[in-house]
């Protein structure tokens, strides 16, 4: 029997594969950037043939180095950027326009709108969301209403909709299937989470054709097999899907209710299982379904930071004080403190729980003794902010105290940015050897499907922790901290 897995990871820069043994041993890796297109100010787009090639190239350069046959891999699992918008024509495959991708802000004046006529309550209550440009809905709704004859085309249902699960898993396929799950879809602004189906409702505010939305399945199961590719031979069951969030809760093994991870990759999500109850967040987080496995659906509350990483990028592409994303953990230690310098990351705006789409970075508490050092650790500390702000947020929705948290994500193995997140939160942190937990996730989640895993306890026994972190300031330093940054996130907040 094949007991190989192979993990798709399609994230926001670009796709990573992974080759797994049965035991989460990674035997093979491969990742290929792609271009990121800017059209205009707080516009983003990915161009899915793009996307589709470096996924390919991955695919490919993973299993060559893990000297392992396609036809040996026991099933496909994927992940994906979630709330990243495609429209294709259902006979030829072809997307009608550039993917809108979820930092995309075309829509906010859209979502202010529904905003003003009194739509907010019933989209919060209905989906776990706010009415944000984050999501897929009002997104769907621009390329509806932007793309020449779109609209028309899909009332006669030759369009079809999907987040890029749903691209994947089409042209895995060979065109056979339109489908995504419960995951992807419980990020759309158009998805009841509590009666776990598309909602008329929503779709009609939005103008959205019932006949483009994908197929809802759960999070692991066997959806069909490949098809057509050069790329893999035809019969490898496509086995697992979760959004990239979802799908590192969990690769992270946060399987019981309590349990929290954050993964700090282009932006920064922080997650916490709440079991079988879709618990209704009162300081701005998100109630979001964390996976649905033989028919039952585990929920979790969400809190989203749209810039981590990026902010370092920023630190290297215009600022240019860094020539390598890597160099800035050896800047930041070129300095014991940031000297008052404080770094608010708002650069796509801020997500939870301030939900501030006109917000504006800042870096404030300059003097002429700064430096690039300087503004290298208020970056890393301006990550850290935000996920502390969070986890308050989170600890007064769940009315429980965070025991620990569990890290991933590229930014993870920054142990500068490690060591203020744990003084930041008061709790120690844990990261796993193996810190690309969405593709793992999603490994898990076609393991289980096709055998290679009985169970949750199984996998359980497979996860390895590297390392652990623990807080080494007292409870007065980190309020002082945390007193500074909501200061600055205010004057972020008033220039817009």
Request: aromatic share 6%; hydrophobic share 45%; net charge negative.
């Amino acid at each position: 029997m094949a007991r190989f897995l192979l993990a798709i990871d399609q994230g926001t820069t670009g796709p990573t594969a992974l080759v797994l043994s049965d035991r989460a041993e990674v035997l093979g890796r491969a990742t290929h950037e792609f271009a990121q297109h800017f059209p205009e100010p707080g516009l983003v787009e990915h161009d899915v043939d793009e996307i589709w090639a470096s996924v390919g190239a991955s695919v490919r350069d993973a299993l060559r180095a893990a000297d392992v046959r396609a036809s040996d891999c026991a099933g496909i699992g994927i992940t994906n950027q979630r709330e990243t918008t495609v429209l294709w024509e259902r006979a030829s495959g072809r997307p009608l326009h550039r993917a809108i991708v979820w930092q995309d802000r075309r829509t906010a004046a859209r979502c202010a709108e529904l905003k003003a006529q009194g739509h907010e309550a019933l989209f919060r209550e209905r989906t776990g969301l706010v009415l944000d440009p984050y999501f897929s809905g009002t997104k769907l709704e621009w390329l509806l209403d932007h793309v020449p004859g779109a609209r028309a085309r899909a009332e006669r249902g030759e369009l079809a909709f999907g987040t890029i699960d749903s691209v994947l898993v089409q042209r895995l396929s060979g065109g056979a299937l339109h489908l995504t799950d419960v995951t992807n879809a419980s990020r759309t602004l158009l998805y009841d989470l509590r009666a776990e189906r598309w909602d008329s409702e929503l779709c009609a505010l939005l103008r959205v054709p019932s006949s483009v939305l994908p197929e809802v399945r759960s999070s692991s199961e066997v959806y069909g097999h490949t098809r057509g590719l050069e790329l893999l031979p035809d019969g490898i069951p496509i086995a697992g899907i979760a959004g990239d969030q979802q799908a590192a809760l969990f690769g992270q093994t946060c399987f019981a209710p309590g349990d929290a991870k954050c993964t700090y990759g282009t932006g920064a999500f922080l997650l916490l299982n709440t079991g079988r109850e879709a618990m209704r967040s009162q300081t701005g987080l998100l109630t979001t379904i964390a996976w649905r496995i033989g028919g039952v659906t585990t929920y979790a509350l969400e809190g989203s930071s749209f810039v981590a990483g990026s902010a370092v990028q920023w630190l290297r592409d215009q600022l240019r004080i860094i020539k390598t994303a890597g160099e800035v953990e050896a800047l930041a230690r070129q300095v014991e403190s940031t000297e008052g310098v404080v770094f608010v990351p708002a650069l796509t705006g801020l997500g939870a729980p301030h939900w501030d789409p006109v917000a504006r970075g800042l870096i404030c508490g300059l003097t002429r003794g700064s430096s690039a050092a300087h503004i290298a650790r208020a970056t890393l500390e301006g990550i850290a902010f935000q996920i502390a702000e969070l986890v308050e947020a989170m600890q007064t929705d769940a009315q429980t105290p965070l025991r620990r948290l569990r890290v991933d994500g590229g930014a993870a193995m920054n142990d500068l940015l490690m060591q203020m997140q744990t003084d930041l939160l008061g709790v120690p942190i844990d990261r796993p050897s193996l810190v690309e937990t969405t593709a793992l996730g999603a490994a898990y989640l076609a393991g289980l499907a096709v055998g290679v895993f009985e169970n949750s306890d199984a996998i359980a026994k497979v996860h390895r922790i590297e390392r652990s972190f623990e807080p080494l300031i007292g409870a007065p330093e980190r309020e002082q901290h945390m007193q500074r940054w909501r200061v600055a996130v205010r004057r972020a907040r008033s220039q817009a």
